[in-house]
C-alpha cells in the first residue's frame, strides 16, 4: 500500500525548534519529488516547502524561507522538515504529499501532524 | 507570485443538484491547476489534474475544465459524500510555487 505518515509535531514555545518526520512506503521514494502543505486550524492549505527527487533543490514559502528547511534520505525513505524560531502563526496541521510524475499535482498525502506553537 | 482565487466561498446544494465551482489565477498557468476535495479532520484528497484529468478511482461526476486563468470544477450530480471542501491548487513548476485556492465549502441545503 501507498503510503505517508508523519510524525513529530506536538507543543513548543515561540521561537523554538521542532522536526518533522514523513516515512514513505510502497512506492519508489527516491523517484519523486516531495512537498509539506500546512492547515491552520479552521483555515485553508498552504504550501510550505518542496525538494527534488535527490535532495539538490529545494524551495520555501516566504513566510517561512530561513526558519525551516526541507530534507529528505533517500536510504531511509523519510522527509524530513527541520523548523526554528517557530511562530504563533505557524500553528497548524502538517502534511507531506507526494507529487505525481506525469500528474505533477499531488497523488498521495500523509495524514497530517498537528504543531501547536504557545507558551 | 501567482494568486489563486476561488468562487463561491461557500455553496449550499441539495443532492442531485449540479455544482459548479470557479478558480482563477492571477496570471495564465496553462493547464498546471489541480482540484482537491477535503472532508474535516482529513488529508485532502486529488481529484482532478491537469486542469481536467480525472484521478484514477474518482468518480465519473467529477470534471474540470478551463486553461490559462479560468478553470472550473463541476460535480455533475452532488452525492452525500460530496459535502466537503474543494480546493484548486496552481503547480507550475517554473514559478518554483504550488498556490491553493482559499476553499469553496459544499454544504447541504
Known amino acids: 500500500e501507498v503510503q505517508l505518515v508523519e510524525s513529530g509535531g506536538g507543543l513548543v514555545q515561540p521561537g523554538g525548534s521542532l522536526r518533522l518526520s514523513c516515512a514513505a512506503s510502497?512506492?519508489?521514494?527516491?523517484?519523486?519529488?516531495m512537498h509539506w502543505v500546512r492547515q491552520a486550524p479552521g483555515k485553508g492549505l498552504v504550501w510550505v516547502s518542496r525538494?527534488?527527487?535527490?535532495?539538490?533543490?529545494?524551495s520555501y514559502a516566504d513566510s517561512v524561507k530561513g526558519r525551516f528547511t526541507i530534507s529528505r534520505d533517500n536510504a531511509k525513505n523519510t522527509l524530513y522538515l527541520q523548523m526554528n524560531s517557530l511562530r504563533a502563526e505557524d500553528t497548524a496541521v502538517y502534511y507531506c504529499?507526494?507529487?505525481?510524475?506525469?500528474?505533477?499535482?499531488?497523488?498521495?498525502w500523509g495524514q497530517g501532524t498537528m504543531v501547536t506553537v504557545s507558551s | 507570485d501567482i494568486q489563486m482565487t476561488q468562487s463561491p466561498s461557500t455553496l449550499s446544494a441539495s443532492v442531485g443538484d449540479r455544482v459548479t465551482i470557479t478558480c482563477r489565477a492571477s496570471?495564465?498557468?496553462?493547464?498546471?491547476l489541480a482540484w482537491y476535495q477535503q472532508k474535516p479532520g482529513k488529508a485532502p484528497k486529488l481529484l482532478i489534474y491537469?486542469?481536467?484529468s480525472l484521478e484514477s478511482g474518482v468518480p465519473s461526476r467529477f470534471s474540470g475544465s478551463g486553461s490559462g486563468t479560468e478553470f472550473t470544477l463541476t460535480i455533475s450530480s452532488l452525492q452525500p459524500d460530496d459535502f466537503a471542501t474543494y480546493y484548486c491548487?496552481?503547480?507550475?513548476?517554473?514559478?518554483?510555487?504550488?498556490?491553493f485556492g482559499q476553499g469553496t465549502k459544499v454544504e447541504i441545503k
Open positions: 504529499a507526494k507529487r505525481g510524475a506525469v500528474k505533477g499535482a499531488f497523488d498521495i
Open positions: 510502497g512506492f519508489t521514494f527516491s523517484s519523486y519529488w
Open positions: 525538494i527534488n527527487s535527490d535532495g539538490s533543490s529545494t
Open positions: 496570471q495564465s498557468i496553462s493547464s498546471w
Open positions: 491537469k486542469a481536467s
Open positions: 491548487q496552481q503547480y507550475n513548476s517554473y514559478s518554483r510555487t504550488w498556490t
